[in-house]
Protein backbone atom coordinates (compact mmCIF):
# COMPACT_ATOMS: atom_id res chain seq x y z
CA UNK A 1 0.00 0.00 0.00
CA UNK A 2 1.38 3.48 -1.33
CA UNK A 3 1.83 5.51 2.23
CA UNK A 4 1.35 9.60 2.33
CA UNK A 5 3.46 11.02 -0.59
CA UNK A 6 5.08 14.80 0.08
CA UNK A 7 6.83 17.63 -1.97
CA UNK A 8 9.62 18.60 -1.67
CA UNK A 9 11.16 16.89 0.58
CA UNK A 10 13.58 20.23 0.94
CA UNK A 11 12.73 23.79 0.37
CA UNK A 12 15.48 26.84 1.21
CA UNK A 13 13.74 30.41 0.24
CA UNK A 14 14.52 33.77 1.45
CA UNK A 15 12.14 35.66 3.77
CA UNK A 16 9.26 37.33 2.03
CA UNK A 17 9.12 34.62 -0.71
CA UNK A 18 6.41 32.23 -0.86
CA UNK A 19 6.47 28.59 -1.09
CA UNK A 20 4.09 26.06 -1.32
CA UNK A 21 4.12 21.82 -0.18
CA UNK A 22 1.96 19.38 -1.35
CA UNK A 23 0.37 16.02 -0.44
CA UNK A 24 -1.08 13.25 -1.60
CA UNK A 25 -2.62 10.99 1.50
CA UNK A 26 -3.79 7.29 1.13
CA UNK A 27 -6.31 6.78 -1.21
CA UNK A 28 -9.83 6.35 0.75
CA UNK A 29 -8.66 8.75 3.95
CA UNK A 30 -10.81 10.94 4.60
CA UNK A 31 -9.30 13.02 7.57
CA UNK A 32 -5.80 14.86 6.38
CA UNK A 33 -3.78 17.12 8.99
CA UNK A 34 -1.11 19.39 8.59
CA UNK A 35 1.71 19.79 11.15
CA UNK A 36 4.20 21.95 11.43
CA UNK A 37 7.47 20.69 13.59
CA UNK A 38 9.98 22.61 14.52
CA UNK A 39 13.27 21.62 16.11
CA UNK A 40 13.44 19.85 19.04
CA UNK A 41 9.46 20.19 19.89
CA UNK A 42 6.17 17.78 19.40
CA UNK A 43 4.35 18.18 16.02
CA UNK A 44 1.69 21.21 16.15
CA UNK A 45 -1.13 20.69 14.13
CA UNK A 46 -2.18 23.75 11.52
CA UNK A 47 -5.01 22.26 9.93
CA UNK A 48 -7.26 19.35 9.76
CA UNK A 49 -9.61 18.45 6.70
CA UNK A 50 -12.35 16.05 6.80
CA UNK A 51 -12.98 15.19 3.03
CA UNK A 52 -12.52 18.75 1.61
CA UNK A 53 -13.82 20.52 4.84
CA UNK A 54 -11.78 22.30 7.34
CA UNK A 55 -12.72 21.08 10.65
CA UNK A 56 -10.10 22.52 12.79
CA UNK A 57 -7.29 25.59 11.86
CA UNK A 58 -7.59 26.85 15.12
CA UNK A 59 -3.82 27.46 15.26
CA UNK A 60 -2.90 27.83 11.45
CA UNK A 61 -1.51 31.80 11.02
CA UNK A 62 -4.09 32.82 8.59
CA UNK A 63 -2.88 36.08 7.78
CA UNK A 64 0.55 33.99 5.96
CA UNK A 65 -0.26 30.71 5.90
CA UNK A 66 -2.99 28.93 3.95
CA UNK A 67 -4.74 25.28 3.10
CA UNK A 68 -6.60 23.63 0.39
CA UNK A 69 -8.00 20.12 -0.30
CA UNK A 70 -9.56 19.92 -3.67
CA UNK A 71 -11.90 17.38 -4.46
CA UNK A 72 -11.34 15.74 -0.63
CA UNK A 73 -7.98 14.37 -2.10
CA UNK A 74 -4.73 16.20 -2.85
CA UNK A 75 -3.75 18.91 -0.36
CA UNK A 76 -1.33 22.26 -0.79
CA UNK A 77 0.14 24.39 2.02
CA UNK A 78 0.98 27.40 1.10
CA UNK A 79 3.20 30.28 3.18
CA UNK A 80 3.14 33.92 1.82
CA UNK A 81 5.41 35.65 2.78
CA UNK A 82 7.63 33.32 4.78
CA UNK A 83 9.10 34.60 7.96
CA UNK A 84 12.47 33.36 9.41
CA UNK A 85 10.65 30.94 12.40
CA UNK A 86 8.53 29.17 9.67
CA UNK A 87 11.87 27.33 9.35
CA UNK A 88 10.61 23.49 10.20
CA UNK A 89 9.69 20.49 9.08
CA UNK A 90 5.50 20.05 7.45
CA UNK A 91 4.03 17.37 8.35
CA UNK A 92 1.07 15.65 6.06
CA UNK A 93 -0.91 13.00 7.84
CA UNK A 94 -4.03 10.78 6.32
CA UNK A 95 -6.30 9.08 8.07
CA UNK A 96 -9.57 7.02 7.29
CA UNK A 97 -11.41 8.97 9.69
CA UNK A 98 -10.83 10.73 12.96
CA UNK A 99 -11.18 7.65 14.81
CA UNK A 100 -8.66 5.79 13.22
CA UNK A 101 -4.61 5.52 13.15
CA UNK A 102 -2.94 8.29 11.21
CA UNK A 103 -0.14 8.02 8.71
CA UNK A 104 2.53 10.34 8.29
CA UNK A 105 4.69 11.34 4.86
CA UNK A 106 8.37 11.89 5.45
CA UNK A 107 8.01 15.90 5.98
CA UNK A 108 9.16 18.90 3.94
CA UNK A 109 12.04 20.79 5.60
CA UNK A 110 11.93 24.73 5.19
CA UNK A 111 14.64 26.77 5.77
CA UNK A 112 13.97 30.55 5.53
CA UNK A 113 17.30 32.34 5.28
CA UNK B 1 -8.85 20.36 26.39
CA UNK B 2 -7.12 17.00 27.33
CA UNK B 3 -3.12 17.67 28.00
CA UNK B 4 -0.51 15.20 28.67
CA UNK B 5 2.77 15.18 30.78
CA UNK B 6 5.39 12.32 29.39
CA UNK B 7 9.00 12.69 31.09
CA UNK B 8 11.68 14.66 28.85
CA UNK B 9 14.07 11.73 28.14
CA UNK B 10 14.39 8.15 29.18
CA UNK B 11 17.46 5.69 29.04
CA UNK B 12 17.32 2.22 28.65
CA UNK B 13 19.71 -0.87 27.61
CA UNK B 14 19.29 -3.30 24.96
CA UNK B 15 17.49 -6.42 26.37
CA UNK B 16 15.70 -4.40 29.01
CA UNK B 17 11.84 -3.71 29.39
CA UNK B 18 10.73 0.24 29.10
CA UNK B 19 7.80 1.42 30.64
CA UNK B 20 7.14 5.44 30.15
CA UNK B 21 3.81 7.08 31.85
CA UNK B 22 1.70 9.30 30.71
CA UNK B 23 -0.64 11.53 33.27
CA UNK B 24 -3.76 12.76 31.49
CA UNK B 25 -6.03 13.99 34.23
CA UNK B 26 -8.55 15.82 32.49
CA UNK B 27 -9.41 12.83 30.22
CA UNK B 28 -12.75 12.79 29.04
CA UNK B 29 -15.32 10.00 29.06
CA UNK B 30 -15.17 9.34 25.00
CA UNK B 31 -10.73 10.09 24.51
CA UNK B 32 -8.94 7.45 23.48
CA UNK B 33 -5.18 7.16 24.49
CA UNK B 34 -2.87 6.68 21.48
CA UNK B 35 1.11 6.16 21.58
CA UNK B 36 3.34 7.14 18.04
CA UNK B 37 6.93 7.21 17.79
CA UNK B 38 9.03 9.25 15.72
CA UNK B 39 12.67 8.55 14.61
CA UNK B 40 15.11 11.07 13.15
CA UNK B 41 14.20 13.20 9.88
CA UNK B 42 10.52 10.81 9.95
CA UNK B 43 7.27 11.62 10.21
CA UNK B 44 5.44 9.92 13.80
CA UNK B 45 4.31 6.15 13.30
CA UNK B 46 1.67 5.03 14.78
CA UNK B 47 2.68 2.03 17.97
CA UNK B 48 -0.77 1.42 19.87
CA UNK B 49 -4.02 2.97 21.02
CA UNK B 50 -6.74 1.98 24.37
CA UNK B 51 -9.20 3.21 26.07
CA UNK B 52 -9.21 0.89 29.30
CA UNK B 53 -7.31 -1.83 31.09
CA UNK B 54 -4.88 -3.81 28.97
CA UNK B 55 -3.94 -3.73 25.24
CA UNK B 56 -1.50 -5.59 23.40
CA UNK B 57 -0.05 -5.72 19.87
CA UNK B 58 3.15 -7.07 18.15
CA UNK B 59 5.59 -4.37 19.17
CA UNK B 60 4.17 -2.84 22.68
CA UNK B 61 1.53 -3.10 25.47
CA UNK B 62 -0.74 -0.79 26.99
CA UNK B 63 -1.50 -0.67 30.64
CA UNK B 64 -4.55 2.01 31.29
CA UNK B 65 -5.67 2.38 35.07
CA UNK B 66 -9.80 2.28 35.83
CA UNK B 67 -9.50 5.84 36.46
CA UNK B 68 -8.13 6.68 33.67
CA UNK B 69 -5.61 9.53 34.32
CA UNK B 70 -2.51 8.12 33.30
CA UNK B 71 -1.22 5.49 31.05
CA UNK B 72 1.87 2.83 30.35
CA UNK B 73 3.74 2.39 27.57
CA UNK B 74 5.54 -1.07 27.70
CA UNK B 75 8.21 -1.81 24.85
CA UNK B 76 9.76 -5.45 25.33
CA UNK B 77 13.05 -6.17 25.31
CA UNK B 78 14.15 -2.99 23.72
CA UNK B 79 17.07 -3.14 21.13
CA UNK B 80 18.70 0.16 19.80
CA UNK B 81 16.52 0.50 16.83
CA UNK B 82 14.11 1.67 19.42
CA UNK B 83 15.90 4.93 20.12
CA UNK B 84 13.21 7.63 19.16
CA UNK B 85 10.60 9.99 20.33
CA UNK B 86 7.55 9.04 21.81
CA UNK B 87 4.20 10.72 22.12
CA UNK B 88 1.16 10.18 24.11
CA UNK B 89 -1.89 11.19 22.51
CA UNK B 90 -5.42 12.06 24.01
CA UNK B 91 -7.84 12.03 21.97
CA UNK B 92 -9.41 15.45 21.99
CA UNK B 93 -12.78 17.31 20.72
CA UNK B 94 -11.96 20.28 17.81
CA UNK B 95 -12.85 23.57 17.98
CA UNK B 96 -16.58 24.13 17.45
CA UNK B 97 -17.47 21.09 19.62
CA UNK B 98 -17.37 18.78 16.94
CA UNK B 99 -15.76 15.46 17.95
CA UNK B 100 -13.34 15.29 15.03
CA UNK B 101 -10.45 14.15 17.28
CA UNK B 102 -7.81 16.59 16.87
CA UNK B 103 -4.44 15.03 16.98
CA UNK B 104 -2.72 16.96 19.65
CA UNK B 105 1.65 16.06 20.60
CA UNK B 106 3.23 17.18 23.36
CA UNK B 107 6.84 17.18 23.92
CA UNK B 108 7.48 13.58 24.06
CA UNK B 109 9.87 11.31 25.22
CA UNK B 110 13.27 10.64 23.99
CA UNK B 111 14.33 7.09 24.70
CA UNK B 112 17.92 6.05 24.22
CA UNK B 113 18.50 2.87 24.17
CA UNK B 114 22.40 2.09 24.70
CA UNK B 115 24.38 -1.10 24.03
Known amino acids: EAGVAQSPRYKIIEKRQSVAFWCNPISGHATLYWYQQILGQGPKLLIQ????????DSQLPKDRFSAERLKGVDSTLKIQPAKLEDSAVYLC???????????FGQGTRLTVV | LAKTTQPISMDSYEGQEVNITCSHN???????ITWYQQFPSQGPRFIIQ???TKVTNEVASLFIPADRKSSTLSLPRVSLSDTAVYYC????????????????FGQGTILTVHP
Open chain 2, 50 to 52: GYK
Open chain 1, 49 to 56: FQNNGVVD
Open chain 2, 26 to 32: NIATNDY
Open chain 1, 93 to 103: ASSLDWRTEAF
Open chain 2, 89 to 104: LVGDEAAGGTSYGKLT
